[in-house]
């Protein structure tokens, strides 16, 4: 009997690393629409005079998109009225086709705007879908599933700029790549399984929402979350610009180009990375600690980089690429506080609410920060994203103080 539960044992290990990989891979091939305009954009505009409110509004109208989708999903219940593999295929093969539709219309024009906002409603069935999968696999290392589960987000996030790096100024053909990529992960996530832990999450309820505000754990979480995204999306979606625009003030406009693709791949990216790490030590010294570490490291790396900008084109690339290690690590960790503060019956419904504010605020910030610009300096405006760290390490203090 002994050695019939070990073997079982085992057959369920195996699965579940199997699941885990198959799943990683497809959420990197995925999310890797997401900032696809932010990394073609320096060679859009080669071609085409795009103004800077329909430049935001490529980036912005994706996580738009991605609220809609994600209370519309929650509202309906899909994930729970269906396999969740077969949510995610549907809704990657429509988020492929969507960008696929980007070369059929005018850069910049309505329609592909219009794309923009299909991708991120979409990408809403394939980001939750695949945190749903994970944490069927795990209880006591639900931290580190999430974890892996972000960093892959990240990766994926990141992907863009290394594919157009490779592709120098061919981003028709960077934008076909991103889009099989993304047909692959529909493909990948059949093989996946679901765990022994896997069930129906509450579906969505506007009255469990006041905890928001009157539990403090949650009130807490949510304040501190909003602080770490204020920053977050505007960075990732403006990185490549902003280094563009450092580094050409002293190399060749091509090198500049070429430069600030792979300095925001690797920003992004290895912040992927950080995730797993952040993960893992949340468990050891409380999750709170980690994202207030997390956030004075990002807030630093802010000011490193306004104070660069402009100068060595290497020193800037340090400074952003300290940045963008430190921005994405503590992301999981607010989900989980919530999940820890808030009563089981209604902490789905919470962290729903709280990821959707949260992607609402994103897309102020990230369809504010060209008009900054232009108004001021990207030095000015990075350092008005610092303050997104400052005001979180705040609430996270105070949550602290609760234990």
């Given at each position: 009997?002994v050695?019939?539960?070990?073997?079982?044992?085992?057959?369920?290990?195996?699965?579940?690393?199997?699941?885990?990989?198959?799943?990683?891979i497809?959420?990197?091939?995925?999310?890797?629409?997401?900032?696809?305009?932010?990394?073609?954009?320096p060679d859009?505009?080669?071609?085409?005079?795009?103004s800077?409110?329909r430049?935001?509004?490529?980036?912005?109208?994706?996580p738009a998109?991605f609220?809609?989708?994600?209370?519309a999903?929650?509202?309906?219940?899909?994930?729970?009225?269906f396999?969740?593999?077969?949510l995610?295929?549907?809704?990657?093969?429509?988020a492929?086709?969507s960008?696929?539709?980007?070369?059929?219309f005018?850069p910049?024009?309505?329609?592909s705007?219009?794309?923009r906002?299909?991708?991120g409603?979409?990408?809403?069935?394939?980001?939750?879908v695949?945190?749903?999968?994970?944490?069927?696999?795990?209880k006591?290392d639900r931290?580190l599933?999430?974890?892996?589960?972000?960093g892959?987000?990240?990766?994926g996030?990141?992907?863009?700029?290394?594919?157009?790096?490779?592709g120098?100024?061919?981003w028709?053909?960077?934008?076909?790549?991103?889009?099989?990529?993304?047909?692959l992960?529909?493909?990948?996530i059949?093989?996946?399984?679901?765990?022994?832990?896997?069930?129906?999450?509450?579906?969505?309820?506007?009255?469990?929402?006041?905890?928001?505000?009157?539990?403090?754990?949650?009130?807490?979480?949510?304040?501190?979350?909003?602080?770490?995204?204020?920053?977050?999306?505007?960075?990732?979606?403006?990185?490549?610009?902003?280094?563009?625009?450092?580094?050409?003030?002293?190399?060749?406009?091509?090198?500049?180009?070429?430069?600030?693709?792979?300095?925001?791949?690797l920003a992004?990216g290895?912040?992927?990375?950080?995730?797993?790490?952040?993960?893992?030590?949340?468990?050891?010294?409380?999750?709170?600690?980690?994202?207030?570490?997390?956030?004075?490291?990002?807030?630093?790396?802010?000011?490193?980089?306004?104070?660069?900008?402009g100068?060595a084109?290497w020193?800037?690339?340090?400074?952003?690429?300290?940045?963008?290690?430190?921005?994405?690590?503590?992301?999981?960790?607010f989900?989980?506080l919530?999940?820890?503060?808030?009563p089981p019956?209604?902490?789905?419904?919470?962290?729903?609410?709280?990821?959707?504010?949260?992607?609402a605020?994103?897309?102020?910030?990230?369809?504010?920060?060209?008009?900054?610009?232009?108004?001021?300096?990207?030095p000015?405006?990075?350092?008005?994203?610092?303050?997104?760290?400052?005001?979180?390490?705040?609430?996270?203090?105070?949550?602290e103080?609760?234990?």
């Amino acid at each position: 009997m002994v050695k019939l539960r070990k073997i079982q044992h085992d057959i369920q290990m195996t699965a579940k690393t199997q699941s885990i990989l198959i799943l990683v891979i497809a959420q990197v091939s995925a999310l890797s629409l997401w900032f696809i305009s932010s990394a073609v954009l320096p060679d859009m505009l080669s071609e085409f005079p795009i103004s800077a409110g329909r430049q935001a509004a490529l980036n912005s109208v994706v996580p738009a998109g991605f609220v809609v989708g994600a209370l519309a999903s929650s509202l309906l219940g899909l994930s729970d009225r269906f396999d969740p593999r077969r949510l995610f295929v549907i809704c990657a093969c429509i988020a492929s086709a969507s960008v696929f539709g980007l070369l059929a219309f005018e850069p910049g024009g309505n329609a592909s705007i219009f794309m923009r906002f299909i991708t991120g409603a979409m990408l809403a069935g394939v980001y939750p879908v695949g945190m749903k999968i994970a944490v069927g696999w795990g209880k006591e290392d639900r931290g580190l599933l999430v974890g892996l589960l972000v960093g892959a987000l990240t990766f994926g996030s990141a992907s863009p700029h290394l594919v157009a790096w490779m592709g120098e100024a061919e981003w028709r053909t960077t934008i076909k790549i991103v889009s099989s990529f993304t047909l692959l992960s529909a493909v990948l996530i059949m093989f996946a399984k679901l765990g022994p832990y896997h069930a129906k999450s509450p579906a969505f309820e506007m009255s469990s929402i006041t905890q928001a505000w009157t539990n403090k754990r949650v009130r807490y979480a949510y304040l501190g979350y909003f602080g770490h995204m204020w920053e977050l999306y505007a960075m990732w979606a403006w990185v490549g610009v902003a280094c563009y625009a450092s580094y050409s003030i002293t190399m060749a406009e091509a090198d500049a180009v070429s430069f600030s693709k792979i300095t925001a791949f690797l920003a992004i990216g290895l912040g992927g990375v950080a995730c797993f790490f952040g993960g893992y030590w949340a468990d050891k010294i409380g999750k709170a600690r980690v994202t207030i570490i997390a956030m004075v490291f990002s807030g630093l790396g802010a000011v490193l980089t306004a104070i660069t900008f402009g100068g060595a084109p290497w020193i800037t690339s340090i400074a952003v690429v300290i940045w963008g290690i430190a921005i994405i690590p503590d992301s999981p960790q607010f989900s989980a506080l919530v999940a820890d503060g808030a009563p089981p019956e209604v902490a789905g419904s919470l962290m729903t609410f709280q990821t959707a504010i949260g992607f609402a605020l994103t897309i102020f910030t990230v369809q504010i920060t060209p008009y900054v610009v232009e108004w001021t300096s990207w030095p000015t405006v990075i350092m008005i994203m610092a303050i997104g760290p400052l005001f979180g390490i705040y609430f996270m203090r105070k949550l602290e103080q609760l234990a």
